[in-house]
């Protein structure tokens, strides 16, 4: 089996790095940046970001575990001192693969064929350079509202515990397939309306947003931030990859929520 790690470079995270390669390598695994099958992220939750999308392109074939150095994460569920433990496990093979469904973000141009397609873990987030976004919320090709406020933020059930939750939206489990829309300070008054909830969206149903005034936006895909020209469309919907996890033991998620927003002793 083969594997590879990355730290968050810190002195903690790369003294764990260090040692996980050498007790796996002793255990007859073999270290391949380039086709791994597990790999192992040391840090914390931006960590696991920059690790899933550098296999952005692998992940029929990679399982993701997370290590945390810091607060406990949602992606990074393993303690610094259960490092030998975690090894053992992953030597033996002793875990289960777990999928959660990611975000299909399309950005489509006015001046070029081809859209610019990414995957998102977490969000995607548009905001105008301007002051105030304007777009048209199209639902399946059906008009929904126009949206006047400071951006829009689409969440994959994972990533609803982080700017969506921020933003006042709801906390989904990950097993669901679903995507859910946020606004972001929307302008409602006697001549402008919005809906003013959250929207949870099933798989089968796409979300398209369309300019309404100038065309250029600024687009996020989870810790990537990007300037988009000359934007005819920005299309969500739910994408045929998965992201998949080296589950080990148990961890319920509704307790991770608890230890994260709850627990003050975390």
């Not at 398209?208 to 969500?236: C, G, N, W």
Request: proline share 5%.
């Amino acid at each position: 089996m083969k594997f590879f790690i990355i730290s968050r470079t810190d002195e903690l995270s790369n003294e764990l790095m260090a040692t996980a390669r050498e007790y796996l390598q002793d255990f007859g695994l073999e270290w391949s940046e380039e086709a791994p099958d597990v790999v192992l992220s040391i840090g914390g939750d931006g960590t696991f970001l920059h690790a899933f999308h550098k296999y952005r392109d692998q992940l029929d074939t990679v399982a993701f575990v997370g290590i945390h150095t810091g607060h406990l994460g949602f992606y990074a569920d393993w303690k610094p001192i259960e490092i030998e433990k975690l090894v053992l496990s992953i030597a033996k093979k002793e875990y289960e693969v777990i999928e959660y469904p990611l975000l299909e973000v399309s950005i489509h141009y006015l001046n070029k064929a081809e859209p610019s397609v990414y995957l998102a873990l977490n969000e995607s987030t548009v905001k105008s350079p301007d002051v105030t976004l304007v777009m048209d919320v199209f639902l399946n090709e059906g008009h929904f509202e126009r949206f006047r406020g400071d951006g829009l933020c689409m969440s994959t059930p994972s990533g609803s515990t982080a700017y969506n939750k921020a933003l006042g939206g709801a906390i989904i489990h990950p097993s669901l397939h679903a995507m859910q829309l946020t606004e972001m300070a929307s302008i409602n008054n006697r001549v402008f309306r919005t809906v003013g909830s959250p929207l949870v969206l099933p798989a089968h149903h796409r979300c398209a947003l369309r300019p309404v005034k100038a065309p250029d936006f600024m687009v996020t895909v989870d810790h990537l931030q990007l300037l988009h020209k000359d934007v005819k469309s920005i299309e969500y919907r739910v994408a045929d990859e998965n992201v998949r996890f080296a589950r080990f033991r148990a961890f319920p998620f509704w307790k991770r929520v608890h230890d994260s927003f709850i627990d003050s002793e975390v």
